[in-house]
């Protein structure tokens, strides 16, 4: 399918689905409504959280016309108010000293000089740090990142990994499901910890349906017609779950210009009856030399076996000549044994014990038995025993006063909700002194991917309606965050 379908030359398809089905507008070109289904809904709330309270970057993957563009534009929409985003051209960071310049470029100051780009770059997420106290934390966003330089990138995430992280300037890249091999695979995954992946699934046959029938509902068209369950199969079919490829095939499909993979298979499947004689020749020649070798092979197994019947057999005699004896060929009364040439069969009483002396030793070394006993297999030397691993040191909270232990989390019934969150004690830490007079914070510790996961939480309530009435009362900086409503067992 080639751009030149849904152009504008001729008429174009829009203007064929307007006399056809009746529609006021294109529904593909509508960027509203945000569609929420397929984790997109999920991956938007995660941004905003994170963006706002959190202490990791952020690496967002999924195919080619997933809606990475459309997800972190809805998330600028939201934010933006309360968050200052600063885009940066994966194009354009083409070195470490390119990406230097951008990030200075974006706050409209000139980049330093003499310095190292490593230094260039602690001294920007210092600046960031300053930012955030005053109440503007930035995010840098930086859209179809496979596009930069990996060694910038790479630069930029330990950089952000040595800074204040709490405080710091949030990267957020995005690109294809290959993005994490192309900044250096799981072994730089594992040296970065403060990495965190969000990835966007192919949509399914429903998620296309609840994709399509708010815009066709918006631009007068017949969801039933155009949604209909041939037509639907068609479009999860040729799209392969990716929204920008079906806003290209979906005209077509429409239209009837467009058919399945599965159709343009069997369609494929055709088999000329021309080739069929070719087919039948090569059987022939196959079983004509076949024939032939299977003859000549007749013929060459009944010659030998002519051969084998006219030649005399013989007769042989194995003999077995004694240590102390000589063989003598030349002796008179010696019986030759038939087909043996040139030696004789040795006296019995010679090979006694008692036989006559002819004065020679025996040959040392030699052993009557042909086969000699295997040595004894050494026994395996017993492996060391593993060292205990050590202990784990008991944990110390910073501030025990809010502290409250998972034990105690999970016993306790009722609803609360999750205001922060992140692998670093400080990141909580910093939020409950920056809101000192609520007593109600809370936080605690668990285990998220083996590591430890602290977690901020607005206290122990009831009902829902008594934790809403308590919401409310929040100062507005929190109460923009969207806190997470959930029981209080299950933070």
Not at 17 to 24: H, M, N, V, Y
Not at 322 to 336: C, I, L, M, S
Not at 337 to 346: F, L, V
Request: net charge negative; with cysteine.
């Amino acid at each position: 399918m080639t751009d030149s379908i849904n152009s504008l030359e001729g008429g174009g398809l829009f203007l064929r689905l307007q006399e056809r089905f009746g529609l006021r507008e294109d529904p593909l070109a509508m960027e509203s409504p945000f569609y929420p289904g397929a984790q997109r809904q999920h991956v938007l709330e995660t941004l905003r959280h994170l963006c706002g309270f959190g202490d990791l970057a952020l690496l967002m993957t999924g195919g080619r016309g997933a809606g990475k563009t459309r997800l972190l534009g809805e998330l600028v929409r939201s934010e933006g108010s309360r968050l200052e985003f600063h885009r940066l051209a994966a194009g354009r960071i083409e070195s470490p000293e390119a990406l230097v310049r951008s990030l200075f470029q974006s706050l409209g100051r000139q980049a330093p000089e003499g310095v190292s780009p490593r230094e260039a770059l602690k001294r920007f997420f210092a600046r960031s740090e300053e930012a955030t106290r005053k109440g503007r934390r930035q995010i840098l966003l930086i859209d179809d990142a496979g596009q930069a330089a990996p060694g910038a990138l790479r630069l930029l995430l330990e950089t952000f990994q040595d800074s204040d992280r709490g405080a710091a300037a949030v990267p957020v890249l995005a690109g294809t499901e290959d993005l994490p091999e192309y900044l250096g695979g799981e072994a730089f995954e594992e040296r970065l910890v403060c990495l965190h992946r969000l990835s966007l699934p192919p949509l399914g046959r429903d998620d296309i349906r609840q994709y399509l029938e708010p815009r066709l509902a918006r631009a007068g068209g017949k969801a039933d017609e155009l949604l209909s369950a041939r037509r639907l199969e068609q479009l999860a079919a040729t799209s392969q779950g990716s929204i920008g490829r079906l806003q290209r095939i979906a005209p077509a499909v429409w239209l009837g210009m467009s058919s399945s993979p599965a159709s343009r298979s069997r369609a494929n499947t055709g088999f000329p009856f021309g080739y069929l004689r070719w087919a039948g020749l090569a059987v022939v020649l196959l079983g004509a030399s076949w024939w032939l070798v299977s003859s000549q092979y007749d013929r060459t197994v009944e010659k030998e076996s002519v051969r084998s019947e006219e030649a005399p057999q013989r007769t042989r005699a194995i003999i077995s000549i004694g240590p102390e004896t000589e063989a003598e060929p030349n002796q008179q009364d010696a019986v030759e044994p038939e087909g043996i040439n040139g030696y004789s069969a040795p006296d019995p009483a010679d090979t006694l014990p008692g036989g006559p002396d002819t004065g020679e030793s025996p040959v040392d070394g030699r052993s009557e038995d042909p086969f000699t006993a295997p040595e004894p297999e050494p026994e395996p030397e017993p492996e060391p025993e593993p060292e205990p691993e050590p202990e784990p040191e008991p944990f110390e909270p910073a501030m025990p006063e809010r502290f409250v232990t998972r034990e105690v989390v999970n016993r306790q019934p009722g609803y609360t909700a999750q205001l922060v969150a992140g692998y670093e004690e400080n990141t909580a830490i910093q939020f409950l002194r920056r809101y000192s007079d609520l007593e109600s914070l809370r936080y605690t510790r668990s285990q998220r991917n083996g590591r430890d996961w602290f977690v901020v939480y607005l206290g122990q309530y009831d009902s829902m309606e008594s934790l809403r009435s308590s919401l409310e009362k929040l100062p507005s900086s929190i109460r923009s965050q969207q806190p997470w409503v959930r029981a209080l067992n299950d933070i």
